[in-house]
């Protein structure tokens, strides 16, 4: 059942794309943009952001540091000058392994920056915009990308996986406020992909897929209307499962599938 109208079209459709620079947003760009949408793509980069404007002609980047409000703000007029944007998607992400053991407290409070605030800032400057294009029966949608490390506690996750939980519950919460609305919001939950993110890891990653396949699950997902949208299925099924069992059982098995045991 779609929980969203469904995209059929792209031709035409201005998206864009906060945290474009590497990896599930840059793939994502260039596959809307082969789609035909008029994609816009932001990030701390300059230099990445101009590599891509150079290989997709007729895409824009604007720069700006998620962290940084008025940063946001700035980057969302100038867009929103030119005309409405009928998808936009926060992909921005921050990730460093962390043990409680070994607590950082300037890592965790860098990831809720980035991860968490950084989709504050985002939708306190677009959500405005949306509502008004979706009450002028525009196509208006939302999407924040989050990660199977928010579905439960993981090792070497203690300050990412909250903060990817937290993205999660936003979204269903923007989803009971806005679909009635006309508003689409999607939350997209990866597994392991092969990105900067995660080209550090010290760890054996089940199921790692490319950002390009990564990147066609998530325009799929838009395209028939899914809230959530997770990838890859083998992968998610088991995260999905793990969540249920009661805590006698989760800890022995995570430990277990973690090499903790």
């Known amino acids: 059942m779609s929980l969203n109208p469904r995209i059929t079209e792209w031709a035409g459709r201005r998206v864009w794309i906060v945290g474009a620079s590497t990896g599930i947003g840059r793939a994502t760009a260039a596959l809307l943009?082969?789609?035909?949408?008029?994609?816009?793509?932001?990030?701390?980069?300059?230099?990445?952001?101009?590599?891509?404007?150079?290989?997709?002609?007729?895409?824009?980047?604007?720069?700006?540091?998620?962290?940084?409000?008025?940063?946001?703000?700035?980057?969302?007029?100038?867009l929103l000058e030119a005309g409405p944007l009928h998808l936009v998607c926060y992909c921005a992400g921050f990730y460093e392994g962390q043990q409680a053991t070994d607590f950082d407290l300037a890592s965790m409070?860098?990831?809720?920056?980035?991860?968490?605030?950084?989709?504050?800032?985002?939708?306190?400057?677009?959500?405005?915009?949306?509502?008004?294009a979706a009450a002028a029966s525009a196509p208006a949608h939302i999407c924040l990308v989050s990660s199977v490390a928010g579905f439960c506690g993981l090792p070497n996750s203690l300050a990412y996986g909250p903060t990817k939980a937290a993205l999660t519950n936003l979204?269903?919460?923007?989803?009971?406020?806005?679909?009635?609305?006309?508003?689409?919001?999607?939350?997209?939950?990866?597994?392991?992909?092969?990105?900067?993110?995660?080209?550090?890891?010290?760890?054996?990653?089940?199921?790692?897929?490319?950002?390009?396949?990564?990147?066609?699950?998530?325009?799929?997902?838009?395209?028939?209307?899914?809230f959530e949208i997770d990838f890859p299925r083998r992968f998610t099924l088991v995260m999905k499962l793990l969540r249920l069992l009661p805590y006698a059982l989760f800890f022995p098995v995570v430990r277990r599938l973690t090499g903790q045991a």
């Open 109 to 132: 409070l860098r990831h809720d920056d980035v991860n968490y605030r950084g989709a504050l800032h985002f939708l306190a400057a677009v959500l405005p915009a949306v509502q008004a």
């Open 33 to 78: 943009h082969a789609r035909g949408a008029q994609v816009v793509v932001s990030a701390r980069g300059e230099a990445a952001l101009d590599s891509f404007t150079q290989a997709h002609p007729g895409s824009f980047a604007v720069a700006l540091d998620s962290t940084d409000a008025r940063s946001v703000q700035a980057a969302a007029d100038v």
């Open 171 to 226: 979204a269903e919460a923007l989803y009971l406020d806005l679909h009635a609305k006309g508003v689409g919001v999607s939350v997209v939950h990866p597994g392991f992909v092969d990105t900067p993110l995660t080209e550090g890891n010290p760890f054996p990653m089940p199921a790692l897929i490319t950002p390009e396949a990564a990147a066609r699950s998530i325009v799929r997902g838009w395209e028939r209307g899914q």
